[in-house]
């Protein structure tokens, strides 16, 4: 079957599609400035929220694998903040795969809408990691160290912070230096929503009251941490993905177990697992499937490698258009 005859031609975005080098599907919809009418383009930046925690993890395994830190490593030997409540014996391997505890700044399991965190706390203010710290630092941890999985997006400014005390540089400008220039994602970035530079698109989410949309600058944060808010295109993501695993950023052992099922318990089989920074779809049939993902207002992002037929899988929509969905598709079809 075609793949452009299942998916929804109502889909605002980029979806873009390789196998072996080869592209086999590529698709551009929708305006990354909707009034100017200006549409997305391949080389359209897209904000894509939580996937960053990917290029975090990489950046942390990189400093493992140069022996300047350890899994084992613990906040309180690592960090020289005031911890208050937060257990300092918290290591980095848990910080890595959601097991920490730690209080996380938007809890998923007690918050619906990511935009709510700015209702008494500017989002202007978020333009470093430390910025986040208000948010969280002074709760109690959510249950102790290493007892279960649950998706804590302050780990990953925990992470963040933890490059920056490491190589004394801020935790983006050590992404780009050690990925992203490695890469050749020269459109990758995290961008300053009221300083973007040319090629972003705007993010548009649906006023149901007005019938119109609106943009997104007061419902994310600024700039984006080490919990995520990278802005990339579609082709970076594909040269991110070939240098990760063609040992480029790291060795391959350790890539092996950034994509290998590090937590979680599978019970939502769409879900999966969770490795470093990236999610673990099991496959009984072959290799596990490895994917990284991004949901903020207006922002949806999913990209997906398949190593048993060396397909890599890119969806990004400024307009938070359904990427699950159109992955799923995508699966049925070319898997």
């Not at 992404?175 to 050749?184: Q, R």
């Amino acid at each position: 079957m075609d793949i452009s005859q299942i998916i929804d031609s109502n889909f605002r975005g980029n979806i873009y599609i390789v196998q072996n080098s080869q592209v086999i599907y590529e698709r551009e919809n929708g305006f990354a400035d909707l009034p100017n009418e200006i549409p997305n383009t391949l080389e359209t930046k897209f904000a894509t929220a939580s996937a960053g925690k990917a290029f975090v993890a990489v950046g942390i395994l990189q400093l493992i694998e140069r022996e300047k830190i350890s899994l084992d490593d613990t906040l309180g030997n690592l960090l020289d903040i005031e911890l208050h409540k937060i257990d300092k014996g918290v290591t980095v391997k848990q910080l890595l795969t959601h097991t920490s505890g730690v209080p996380d700044y938007f809890d998923e399991t007690v918050m619906d809408e990511y935009e709510d965190l700015w209702t008494d706390f500017p989002n202007y203010k978020i333009r470093h990691n430390r910025d986040l710290l208000p948010l969280f630092i002074d709760k109690p941890m959510m249950y102790p160290k290493g007892e279960k999985f649950q998706y804590n997006n302050s780990g990953y400014v925990l992470l963040a912070l933890i490059i920056e005390a490491v190589t004394g540089i801020e935790f983006d400008q050590y992404l780009k230096a050690n990925i992203f220039d490695i890469c050749g994602m020269k459109s990758t970035g995290y961008y300053e929503l009221d300083r973007l530079p040319a090629g972003c698109a705007n993010h548009y989410i649906r006023c149901a009251d007005k019938k119109n949309y609106r943009t997104n600058i007061y419902s994310t944060d600024v700039k984006g941490t080490g919990a995520g808010g990278a802005f990339v295109t579609v082709k970076d993501i594909i040269r991110f993905w070939n240098s990760l695993l063609d040992g480029k950023l790291l060795l391959k052992e350790l890539v092996s177990e950034m994509l290998r099922k590090q937590s979680g318990d599978g019970g939502d089989p769409e879900e999966g697992y969770y490795g470093y920074g990236m999610w673990i779809i099991d496959n009984p049939k072959g290799k596990d499937f490895a994917y990284f993902q991004g949901m903020d207002p207006g922002v949806s992002f999913l990209s997906e490698y398949n190593p048993n037929n060396g397909m890599i899988s890119v969806l990004v929509s400024n307009y938070g258009d359904n990427v699950w969905r159109e992955m799923r598709k995508i699966r049925e079809v070319l898997y």
